[in-house]
């Protein structure tokens, strides 16, 4: 099942990735490479942090046709894509909690401890989108989003918790991938946010 | 013969990473980091992502004097600089290309599907500019201008086809070398350009 | 004895990548990224060209929780800390001297050549400087500073000439530490710079 939903996930996001290039007017190369990153970048790099070669896209190239295709269908439909906003952010969503869980499984099957583990759940997560807005030159969103990261965090807090307690690996997953999806559209439809830090000392 | 124009490439792409980092007033220092970034940076990306060690430069010392050379060379000239503009961007066209036909080698040998040695031969060529692009924080030129990133497509599409074909691999190299050559001078003079996609939707 | 000046400069830098943060105004979670990325991400990058997996941090969970320690308690001392900015001046002088030995010594033991033994140590001393300027969308004051990186440089060359020459290891470190913190502290005092290259031509 996660499989499928990462393939829907990935697509989403690289859609999502394409918008951004959009906003900033690059041509459709620029297009294509944003939302490979937004999709895939975030696997990347946890499989680089973790010492893990090959990295997974390289050895399943349908997810780089899959990506660079949905970036060009971006283009193509942008004019339209408003009227599925709540689609999308429901998609965003599922992609953030998938990729958290399969993030921390990767991690866990390398023996990594545990703080890795779910660092490797948070990268996957959240780090395709960080590079897509390094890349477009802005202050990464995650970082001020509602309950962005932190829905990745509880993720992978509560699918170790449970296979602490004994809980089968599919009936964890599905229970986390609920729990986390649940927490992720609560917060946007709530508007729920961390505190946020601002300081300007005198002697900046 | 693709070594001679591979050491020209990273010296002329060192260079003007030295000039981008003078727009943006570092020191000398910084000057040094942005030409190593510019001229190294694609290659060591893709050593990285191939998941190829010790990466390429560690090995050869020299690359990275060159290149360092050639940056602090570029803070005595930079005044004299523009009137070898034209000059300038045929060493950048050479540069993208052969870079591009190195990357999609190495890629090659290492055993990689198709759209993975694409990709390898793609970041070679042009992922230089876009590290220099963030770390001198601006939107990467190259998701922008004319014709860049699709003439290393085309060079390493040309290449793999030449390839299946049972063209012996020097002479694939040199036709696929002056064809993309060609086509990136021409797309400068011509003005070529990507379609741009610029997006920006009511609920932003 | 370095490695409790280790200790102490990652909560250092983790501390200033906090004060970074909230200059920015990121939440909770992106003080910790950006805290994180400052104190561990030189040393990150550092092991990932240099091919060293597992990644060092990945060994020794504790150091991710001081570091995600020291950012959070920045934001609760954010406040008072203007009162202490010549310790941290010292601390930071104190990372950026024992990150620079701790890098080249990881590289000479992996056995690489002179020149990427050096630019382990400078990876390894300001890139977490750098990431940490990229994530927050600004040109890396590391480029600008008052001989920052000139610092790194001068440290990992008196450590290669005093090994060279015989002087045991851990005088080496002790002396070099010593030097190199005298140096950077010097350059703060004096306001030494490095000269800068502003450019811009006629043709940009």
Redesign the interface.
Known sequence: MLSIVYLVAIAAEAMAG??A???????????C??AFVTALGGG?LRD????R???GW?QH?AH??LVVGAGLLT?LL?RH??RV?RLFLVLDAMGLVAFSLIGSDVALRMG?????VV?AGMMTGIFGG?LRD???????V????EL???VS?AVCLLFLALRALGVPPDVNTAISFVAGLALRLLAIWRGW????????????
Not at 48 to 51: E, N, T, W, Y
Not at 142 to 145: D, E, I, K, P
Not at 193 to 204: E, G, Q, V, Y
Request: with cysteine.
């Open positions: 394409a918008l290039a959009g906003r900033r007017r690059m041509d459709v190369f620029g297009v490479v944003i990347t680089i942090v973790l010492g070669f090959p990295i390289t190239p780089v046709y283009v942008a894509l408003h906003r990594y401890e545990l703080p890795v660092m960080v390094v890349l477009c030159n802005q202050v990464p995650v970082f001020r989003q962005y990261a932190v965090l946010r961390l505190p946020t830090f601002s300081h300007r000392a005198a002697w900046d």
